[in-house]
């Protein structure tokens, strides 16, 4: 038995050898899509937050130039503009 598969070895190995560097190259390149993937989602939700970062500074930067009691009647007057 053990003859056997030593004999089938020899006559093979290259062929075994062929076909697990194919794998290897498949899992390789399925992993570099699944990371690239997952890059493109960071970048997204990075862009995300920024977006609302710049949007809260606006707000800020803009109720601070108001006077007292003006973010106030400012709000009033856009509430009501709604309705």
Same mark, same amino acid.
């Given at each position: 038995?053990? %003859?056997? $598969? *030593?004999? =089938?070895?020899?006559?093979?190995?290259?062929?075994?050898?062929?076909?697990?560097?194919?794998?290897? %190259?498949? $899992? *390789?390149? =399925?992993?570099?899509?699944?990371q690239s993937g997952r890059k493109d989602e960071q970048a997204d939700e990075l862009i995300a937050q920024n977006k609302s970062v710049e949007k809260a500074n606006e707000v800020e930067t803009d109720v601070r130039r108001l006077g007292d009691g003006a973010a106030l009647d400012e709000?009033?007057?856009?509430?009501?503009r709604k309705q």
């Open positions: 038995m053990w %003859a056997l $598969l *030593l004999g =089938w070895w020899q006559n093979s190995y290259a062929a075994v050898l062929k076909w697990v560097g194919i794998a290897f %190259a498949v $899992l *390789l390149v =399925w992993f570099n899509i699944k709000l009033r007057n856009d509430w009501s």
